[in-house]
């Protein structure tokens, strides 16, 4: 099964992860990058092409302000970021270069791609990197970046670029084997799984935090991730960075890793940016006859359904949407304001413009612009 997925993939993303990336005194690690470029200067020359999103340029940076271990503070990560970025790429740059490969650096935050017009000029930008034969490195813009507009971990940006690139599959290079049946570090009986037609809340439980102090990231983000991409029709593999040419090997259908098989029924490009990318700005908490209205009938969501506003936000905001039992199970985009909603709230569709003086339409959001998580 994996070769014959494999056979039909022609542009991937790869995510490389600080402690794949970092020697023991935390640098990076010259040698794995040559054994990167020589792997993807093979896989471009199979008109495969390729996106790396890239940690380390924390820990690049970390040496320099004398930290011994991972910055604690937003300052201090922000510092290092800055010291580190421009080493990491030019380790890049001199590790591809020896393979009449060129790079070049992308830093992105959430606002970038929760904004529809700068994910479409990214999604231009990285369009044409690719179409000049150019190896887009990708990593989010830590100098920068404030809680509000962070990915959270470099797992789940791999997962937007995916979408963002529209990728066919997701390489996830980690400091494991890929996933297991329990932590391999505790556990002599745990085993590895080859292949996932599901991430189960089972395997979310299961899954560890960083076992690394150079990475922010864990066994749980991958699988986050996994579980973003593969909602929109989209493999993703989990497996060992280090091994020797284990990217090759992988591309070529050796049984390395994790695969995670995409969903059967996926989500169209536009309804995955609404679930994943876009932070939501509030909740609508709905009754057990809306949540079945639209999680079994496919429905949009009208004011009647809507028994609560949690959030101030202004009309084509990103909410969740909430259950009785306050479980979320679905994300929109609004055709209301927050304050808006509160007034039609629990009213019929053809009050609305009685009660505001005006209407947009019937629905508070209408089902394209509706996901089921």
């Not at 503070?73 to 970025?85: D, E, S, W």
């Not at 100098?143 to 690139?165: H, I, M, P, Q, R």
């Not at 986050?224 to 280090?242: E, R, W």
């Not at 029924?265 to 009754?287: C, M, Q, Y």
Request: proline fraction near 3%; charged fraction near 25%; charge should be positive.
């Amino acid at each position: 099964m994996r070769k014959e997925l494999l056979k039909k993939v022609k542009r991937i993303v790869v995510k490389i992860g600080s402690g794949v990336l970092t020697c023991e005194d935390n640098g990076i690690d010259p040698a794995f990058l040559d054994g990167l470029a020589s792997q993807i200067a093979g896989l471009r020359a199979r008109g495969i092409e390729v996106v790396v999103v890239s940690s380390g340029a924390v820990a690049a940076g970390r040496p320099a302000l004398g930290l011994p271990d991972r910055p604690k503070t937003l300052p201090q990560k922000q510092a290092a970021a800055a010291i580190g970025q421009s080493r990491l790429m030019r380790a890049y740059e001199e590790a591809f270069s020896g393979y009449d490969l060129k790079v070049a650096q992308i830093l992105l935050t959430r606002d970038d791609l929760a904004n529809r017009r700068r994910f479409q000029n990214a999604r231009g930008t990285l369009d044409t990197l690719l179409s000049c034969g150019i190896v887009p490195v990708i990593n989010e813009n830590d100098t920068v970046v404030v809680d509000e507009l962070k990915f959270g971990d470099n797992d789940n940006l791999s997962a937007l670029v995916t979408n963002l690139v529209e990728a066919q599959l997701l390489l996830i290079m980690t400091d494991i084997d890929g996933l297991y049946t329990a932590d391999p570090r505790t556990d002599p009986n745990a085993t590895l799984i080859h292949q996932v037609g599901a991430v189960t809340r089972e395997m979310e439980r299961g899954a560890g935090g960083s076992g690394t102090n150079v990475g922010t990231g864990g066994m749980a983000t991958k699988l986050a991730a996994a579980k973003k991409v593969v909602k929109s029709g989209v493999a993703a593999i989990i497996f060992a960075g280090k091994g020797d040419g284990n990217l090759a090997r992988v591309m070529s259908g050796e049984l390395l890793g994790t695969l995670f098989l995409p969903a059967g029924e996926s989500l169209n490009r536009r309804k995955h940016w609404i679930a994943f990318t876009i932070k939501p700005a509030g909740s609508l908490v709905v009754d057990a006859g809306a949540r079945g209205a639209l999680a079994t009938h496919g429905k949009s969501l009208l004011p009647s359904g809507i028994a609560k506003v949690e959030g101030r936000f202004d009309r084509g905001a990103c909410v969740r949407i909430v259950d009785p039992d306050g479980v979320e199970f679905a994300r929109g985009i609004v055709d209301y304001s927050s304050q808006e909603i509160e007034k039609i709230s629990r009213h019929k569709s053809n009050e609305i413009e009685q009660i505001l003086g005006f209407r947009y339409g019937d629905d508070v959001i209408h089902r394209d612009n509706l996901v089921l998580l």
